[in-house]
């Protein structure tokens, strides 16, 4: 796949050379003094952001995600109980994180600076998934509220995921440590190892890490269908298994870190993932082999001025898709109800047609450079500006298989390149004792084109069209060039010791993703297989949709006492013009089934309010007791049509008991949602039932051993997952209506799981 350089970005050497021009200014700096005591010393690559969104701001430190991380291998889990935050199921590695019911690129998500894109016509490998859960240091998640500074092209906020910062010795020498964990869950049998290695001197920093992990399908708490066929022969499942919901995945990574001296560091990362499947129980097809490595070059320099960052990324993804083994697999005359046939015949063949699956594969390579500076101007004073350059590269083709797809090779987007060059300046300042102050402003141009298209077969006769649609797209518009502002205006008042009180606004932008705009083809097959969401329908792009626009209004009450108890209420209010959300493609839709839709430009309203609070019962003899909870109550709606917005919990929470003492930590955790009415009406979407699910954890830390074990959903409590989208598990999923409508994805059932670390 060869995609050129355009004019515009071959100056990339100019935002080097801006880097450089920085680093080399003086300006007086108030900074505190480090320390020398340890033997090992911490550099932190980026500064401190957002401070003045404290109550817009949930971070998760390593010791929160010590505590969630044996209990699955998916890293967006480890954002559960956070308010105002749910997942949108999918594969078993790579839900979908949601902030106030927007979800996947509605979201600006980094992983260790990066802006990486998800390069599957379902989304399938989002950023999240190419980093297991004990690679993650810290996360960090910006709601409604965000900094300018931490992501444009998005709307509903932003999620930040760190691995631990590099380290190195204070003193001469070398020291070799390391770690090595295993874990394993009941339910689905899943299982994962992983190891660590570190080689450190007081310049250098030499690791590697590895992670495995593989599971087989789940089962619900009872029967949820009255199928267990899936249309392979000889092969059924329970009707209490969720079908295509196994997975196996292997990650590497070697990071390589030098100290320079006092005020510089360069970090290097290699990153490699071979995914050799992940099924999906609410997709018409199974991730067969995802391939990702990409390339992570970091320079950070502390200078009296302030700090400067300076960051290349390059990521390759090689993605491919077919019918996993709960899925119907041959097709045509010939096979029989699904029997093996051969040889492979084409549609016209008068001895029939036989066609071997659907392959359907994915290539991206995803360049990155961003420049970023901390400029601090007094005391409690920063000024961050910077710059940044994405060059995005898709190409996503069908290979022919026999029957209707085929002879040739079906072009769903071809040459699909979409670029972002982005500026922005913030600043954030104590105006006063008790104001702390923070706005930016950020310009974004997103620039997308694509090449021609052409189906399986170009003849008049070709099924769905295919031929007058391709003519038609490729004689359209196949271009175009947002210029999108975002701005964000926070002011925080410490009103005394125990209360503050946080305010703002925020303008953001998003433009459409190269499947929003560029698929083509209503054909029911070809659309069945374009699906962002996971609800069993078919989608045709748009190329003449506007960028999304979204204004937030926001306001948070925070309180805690001499004891740390603590009480955070946020409200808010956000309208989006220009959402993109769907209508029908043609006359064909009806209720109770699956549609073939079109993507829209129309708008919406979202409105909320989270609430979150901890509260220390006792500290003694008997340990530390402490309850904590949090509560988020949404409601969205589509402003033209009246109908609810798709994967929107009304109300969602949690209320956790928990215990430390002599290194246990144990917790009894209560989980609630609300039942889902309101739902979006043009994909027939389908209500779920509220539940209520205890979950059981418990854990000690010596001093270089950790075990973990616990039991999710305590009760085997059987619950449909609101956010889980149409059960698509299982049978002929090729054919839009050839599976049954109105199942949901249930929840997985008990499950029992354990793990271990041990450090060197």
């Not at 001296?261 to 290699?270: G, M, V, Y």
């Not at 002011?491 to 459409?512: C, M, P, T, W």
Request: with cysteine; proline share 4%; aromatic share 10%.
């Amino acid at each position: 796949m060869t995609h050129p350089l355009p004019v515009r970005w071959r100056p990339c050497q100019l935002a080097i050379a801006i880097g450089l021009a920085f680093s080399s200014l003086s300006v007086p700096i108030y900074a505190s003094p480090q320390s020398d005591d340890e033997a090992i010393e911490h550099i932190t690559v980026e500064g401190s952001i957002g401070q003045s969104l404290a109550a817009h701001t949930a971070v998760l430190n390593e010791a929160d995600i010590n505590r969630k991380g044996a209990a699955s291998a998916d890293t967006a889990s480890l954002l559960r109980g956070i308010a105002g935050v749910h997942l949108n199921a999918t594969g078993g590695l790579s839900s979908l994180p949601a902030i106030h019911g927007l979800a996947d690129d509605r979201l600006r998500v980094k992983v260790n600076g990066m802006d990486l894109i998800s390069s599957c016509p379902n989304h399938m490998n989002p950023p999240l998934s190419y980093l297991a859960p004990n690679d993650v240091g810290t996360l960090t998640v910006y709601a409604g509220l965000s900094p300018v500074s931490v992501g444009g092209d998005s709307l509903g906020g932003s999620i930040i995921a760190e691995s631990l910062p590099a380290e190195f010795l204070t003193r001469a020498g070398a020291e070799v440590s390391g770690e090595v964990g295993s874990f394993y869950r009941s339910n689905n049998n899943a299982r994962g190892a992983n190891l660590k290695v570190s080689y450190l001197t007081d310049t250098t920093m030499l690791s590697y890490s590895g992670n495995w992990s593989k599971a087989d399908n789940y089962t619900a708490a009872e029967t949820f269908k009255t199928l267990a066929a899936t249309g392979r022969p000889e092969h059924q499942l329970a009707l209490d298994e969720v079908g295509s919901s196994a997975y196996e995945t292997q990650n590497h990574s070697l990071r390589l870190a030098w100290q320079l001296n006092q005020h510089n560091s360069i970090d290097a990362r290699l990153n490699y993932q071979d995914m050799p499947q992940q099924l999906y129980p609410n997709q018409r097809m199974d991730l067969l082999d995802n391939e990702q490595i990409n390339l992570n070059l970091a320079w950070h320099r502390e200078t009296d001025w302030g700090q400067l960052t300076t960051r290349f990324y390059h990521e390759k993804v090689d993605h491919m898709m077919d019918f996993g083994p709960d899925k119907q697999y041959w097709y045509g005359s010939n096979a029989m109800m699904g029997m093996p046939c051969t040889p492979i015949r084409f549609m016209g063949d008068p001895q029939g047609t036989c066609a071997a699956g659907m392959p359907m594969y994915s290539e991206s390579d995803n360049n990155g450079l961003t420049v970023k500076a901390d400029y601090y101007l007094a005391a409690h004073d920063v000024l961050r500006i910077g710059l940044e350059l994405q060059q995005y590269a898709l190409d996503d083709y069908w290979t022919p298989s026999g029957g209707g797809m085929g002879p040739g090779t079906f072009l769903n987007i071809n040459n699909g390149q979409r670029d972002r060059i982005a500026i922005f300046a913030e600043r954030e300042h104590a105006s006063s004792a008790n104001w702390l102050l923070m706005y930016g402003v950020r310009y974004e141009n997103v620039a997308m084109q694509t090449g021609e298209v052409e189906g399986y077969a170009t003849g008049a006769s070709a099924p769905g069209m295919q031929m007058m649609q391709a003519t038609a797209f490729n004689n359209g518009s196949r271009s175009s060039s947002d210029n999108n502002v975002d701005v964000t205006l926070v002011a925080r008042y410490q009103a005394n010791d125990r209360l503050n009180i946080e305010f703002g606004y925020a303008h953001k932008v998003r433009s459409a993703n190269l499947y929003e705009k560029y698929t083509w083809s209503s054909w029911m097959m070809a659309a069945g297989m374009n699906n962002l969401v996971g609800d069993g329908n078919g989608y045709v792009g748009n190329a003449s949709l506007e960028p999304e626009q979204a204004n937030t209004v926001s306001a948070s009450m925070s309180w805690q006492d001499e004891q740390h108890n603590s009480l955070t209420v946020t409200s808010y209010f956000t309208y989006i013009t220009d959402y993109i959300d769907a209508v029908a493609a043609n006359s064909m839709w009806q209720p109770n089934q699956f549609n073939v839709l079109r993507y829209e430009n129309q708008s919406a309203r979202i409105y909320g309010t989270n609430v979150s609070g901890t509260w220390h019962i006792s500290h003694g003899k008997s340990g530390h007791w402490q309850l904590a909870g949090s509560v988020s109550a949404t409601s969205a709606e589509n402003k033209d049509t009246g109908s609810g917005l798709y994967q929107v919990i009304p109300v969602q929470g949690s209320l956790t008991l928990s215990h430390q003492f002599d290194g246990w930590h144990s917790s009894l955790e209560w989980v609630l949602a609300s039942r889902k009415e309101k739902v979006s009406d043009i994909r027939n979407e389908i209500e779920t039932a509220g539940y209520g699910l205890l979950n059981l954890q418990v854990s000690h830390q010596w001093q270089s051993f950790r075990i973990d074990a616990g039991v999710e959903n305590l009760l085997d409590k059987f619950y449909f997952n609101p956010t889980g989208g149409a059960y698509t598990g299982q049978g002929m999923t090729m054919s839009l209506n050839g599976i049954p409508y109105g199942i949901a994805v249930p929840g997985m059932g008990r499950a029992v799981y354990a793990g271990v670390q041990w450090q060197f």
